[in-house]
């Protein structure tokens, strides 16, 4: 079903490391290596990453950690906390070393990356060799390396190779017959696409669609009609023509949010407008440093999809008066939107504040903003007494109390901060 | 960290065209870490590099894309998990991790490729 053009100059590759949390920590700890480890979230509540070996004895992604510690079928699993410092750094490593290839690099996540690659038969796929050994040995994290005509059929390519180790860690579709692509395609399923969750999946099953082959061969304009242009590109990019642009530069900052799992459930508007107030003003703090200023405030809430309980999931957003980048501002609208969007009788684990409407400081000020009112300095000097005397001395309300909360993060397994801090580098003996 | 450089002899009354171009600070990351990708930051416990000037407490700028080669000081990890810092032989009969200091014997390691963890390029010791 590809799109076998000799016309197409390039094509995408998609660079995925392997259990990236874990793979980091085995980095600097090699004991590690071959055996079941998996990483905690925020709160060392879930596993967010699992080695091969945790999941070949059965550990299901999302996992409270409680449940993994007291089975005896998984005793000798090893946790760690998520190091995020950690595991940024080395991301960072990876693009470096992915634009010595390229300059064509999009960072999709932590641990992805799209590239453009010369379209020349066997060229992709001999710099995708040269990838995965520069990943290994520069840096010590295994990839795998997917490379087809658009960014589903790259992200297709990687999971095939993700399931085929002796592919070497990469797979390059366009080198292949149409019908061996088919039987690649026919062999994954379509919830496995990118872009196709578990609800779609579910809606396009009594379609008749349950391989990513049959997605490829469905009529595009009826998804689009059933479902949206969203499941509509997926269906042409998995033919091979490219619908999701490719975006190496990150485009002007869209929207800012600061969001987190809560140490402990929250079931209280006491407790969540305390979070919301905290989360507001980060967010403002983060908008500041950029030299933003933002036009609205969304708030979103919701319960854990692995305790019983009722499901909630509340979300409301709210323009600000005058675009601003004041804190006092941006938390009262926060905690507006919160009152809205929280629900009484339930459990919330995860709360977030999104700022969004973003232009740089000061610009187009407002209709009805007076010009000559002076500039409010007390959020300069909150910034200033934070920075230099701690973060979270002072604030607004809630936020200014530095007791420990029991909803902020709860750590216990943390590796050292080895290529952040000076004072926890990797130890070496003499 | 700022320091002048004069290029070259300056003859009064004619100002050097290069001039122009000494001005920037000495950058010592740019200096010591060509590859800062592949660099890594590591601290010594332990006396048994010191014949090689590498003391306790030291810092170690080790860099991974560097080839692994016969009288190179290497970082390396042992069959207990344990990093150990120590100079890399290669001769006919194998591998073989060497100290500098008269009480510490040598280490014969198999399968070195998958061992050496990164190549040490520069020692921080503090006076």
């Given at each position: ?10 094509v ?15 980095v ?19 596993v967010?990453?699992?080695?091969r ?8 992604m ?6 993994v ?37 999009e ?10 690659l ?8 001999a ?13 010590g ?21 993700k ?13 292949w ?26 809606r ?9 082959l ?5 009529d ?6 059933l ?16 619908c ?6 990150p485009?002007v ?25 905290v989360y507001?003003?980060t967010?403002?703090?983060r ?40 804190p006092v501002e941006?938390v009262?609208?926060?905690?507006r ?20 409407d ?22 300069t ?7 230099r ?14 007791r ?8 216990e ?5 080895y ?9 070496v003996?003499? | ?21 000494d ?14 990708a ?6 010594v416990?332990?006396?048994?590099m ?31 998990g344990?990093f150990?810092?120590?100079r890399?032989r290669?001769n006919?009969s ?26 040490v ?7």
């Amino acid at each position: 079903m590809s799109d076998s053009s000799s016309r197409v100059r390039q094509v995408i590759a998609l660079v995925d490391v392997s259990s990236m949390y874990v793979s980091c920590e085995r980095v600097f700890q090699p004991k590690l290596a071959d055996r079941p480890v998996v990483v905690l979230s925020n709160n060392d509540g879930c596993v967010v990453a699992r080695s091969r070996e945790a999941k070949d004895i059965g550990i299901p992604m999302g996992e409270p950690w409680f449940r993994v510690r007291a089975n005896p079928k998984w005793r000798s699993t090893i946790a760690r906390s998520s190091n995020y410092e950690l595991y940024g750094d080395m991301s960072a490593r990876m693009v470096q070393v992915l634009e010595g290839f390229t300059p064509h690099v999009e960072v999709y996540s932590i641990d992805e990356c799209f590239l453009r690659l010369p379209a020349e038969p066997g060229s992709a796929l001999a710099t995708a060799a040269r990838i995965w050994e520069r990943m290994a040995i520069w840096i010590g994290l295994p990839v795998q390396i997917g490379i087809g005509l658009t960014k589903t059929l790259a992200k297709t390519a990687q999971h095939h190779a993700k399931a085929n180790p002796e592919l070497g860690g990469r797979c390059d579709l366009t080198g292949w017959a149409p019908a061996a692509v088919d039987e690649v395609l026919a062999s994954l399923p379509v919830s496995d696409v990118w872009g196709i969750g578990g609800r779609l999946t579910a809606r396009l099953a009594p379609l008749g669609i349950h391989s990513t082959l049959d997605l490829a061969r469905a009529d595009p304009r009826q998804m689009r009609r059933l479902f949206s242009v969203v499941v509509e590109r997926t269906v042409r990019e998995l033919r091979g023509v490219q619908c999701i642009e490719f975006e190496p530069a990150p485009p002007v900052r869209r929207e800012l949010m600061h969001g987190r799992m809560l140490g402990q459930p929250v079931t209280s508007w006491a407790e969540m407008s305390e979070v919301i107030s905290v989360y507001a003003q980060t967010a403002a703090r983060r908008l500041r440093r950029h030299r933003l200023q933002a036009g609205s405030v969304t708030v979103s809430m919701s319960t854990s999809p692995f305790r019983s309980g009722p499901d909630r999931h509340g979300t409301r957003t709210l323009a600000l008066p005058i675009p601003t980048d004041s804190p006092v501002e941006i938390v009262r609208v926060a905690l507006r939107a919160g009152q809205i969007a929280y629900a009484a009788g339930y459990s919330y684990i995860r709360a977030m504040v999104m700022l969004t409407d973003l232009a740089p400081a000061g610009s187009q000020p407002h209709l009805w903003a007076d010009p000559d009112r002076p500039d409010d300095p007390i959020p300069t000097l909150i910034d200033r007494i934070n920075h230099r005397h701690g973060h979270g001395l002072i604030g607004y309300g809630a936020a200014g109390l530095r007791r420990h909360r029991p909803w902020s993060m709860r750590r216990e397994m943390l590796s050292p901060h080895y290529t952040t801090r000076w004072d926890q580098l990797l130890d070496v003996t003499a | 960290m700022w320091v002048r450089w004069a290029l070259s002899a300056v003859p009064a009354g004619f100002p050097s065209p290069a001039q122009d171009y000494d001005t920037d600070p000495v950058d010592l990351v740019r200096a010591l870490v060509p590859n800062p990708a592949a660099t890594f930051v590591c601290r010594v416990s332990g006396h048994s590099m010191v014949g090689a000037g590498i003391y306790d407490g030291d810092e170690l700028l080790v860099d991974r894309s560097l080839p692994v080669v016969d009288g190179r000081i290497v970082v390396a990890v042992l069959a207990d998990g344990e990093f150990t810092v120590k100079r890399f032989r290669r001769n006919p009969s194998g591998v073989v991790l060497e100290s500098e200091h008269p009480d510490y014997p040598p280490i014969t390691i198999r399968d070195s490729e998958s061992r050496i963890w990164g190549v040490v390029r520069t020692v921080i010791h503090h006076v």
